[in-house]
């Protein structure tokens, strides 16, 4: 899984074998380490109902999805699923899952994509 974030955006783009994962584990989550002392993990986790959201605490970012919105999502022609939630002082956080590029590549599991 792949984490993007700039400014008060924040994608998560994952792979194939990820999208799997989630629809049948219900979470996926990955770890960056700094240190051997420091780490982010960042996951999504799938929830029966709600909004796409997204929160940080304890050194990790989770972001829930709606189970309908999963299974929009894990339809071939989906793309992408997007959320946005108010932060305060009237600004919001753009929360955009992605299906990795390679997804549609023939043996590619992941391509680095700018």
Same mark, same amino acid.
Request: no cysteine.
């Given at each position: ?69 999963? /299974?929009?999502?894990?339809?071939? /022609? ?21 299906? /990795? ?14």
């Amino acid at each position: 899984m792949k984490l993007r974030i700039r400014g008060n955006s924040l994608t998560l783009r994952v792979s194939k074998t990820e999208l799997a994962k989630l629809a049948e584990a219900g979470k996926v989550e990955d770890t960056m380490r700094f240190s051997s002392e420091q780490s982010l993990r960042y996951g999504i986790e799938v929830r029966p109902t709600g909004a796409v959201t997204a929160t940080f605490a304890g050194a990790a970012i989770l972001v829930t999805l709606p189970k309908p919105r999963l /299974d929009l999502w894990s339809r071939p /022609d989906e793309v992408s699923v997007e959320g946005s939630q108010p932060i305060g002082g009237g600004k919001v956080l753009q929360i955009v899952l992605e299906k /990795d590029a390679a997804l549609g590549r023939a043996g590619g599991e992941e391509v680095s994509v700018a």
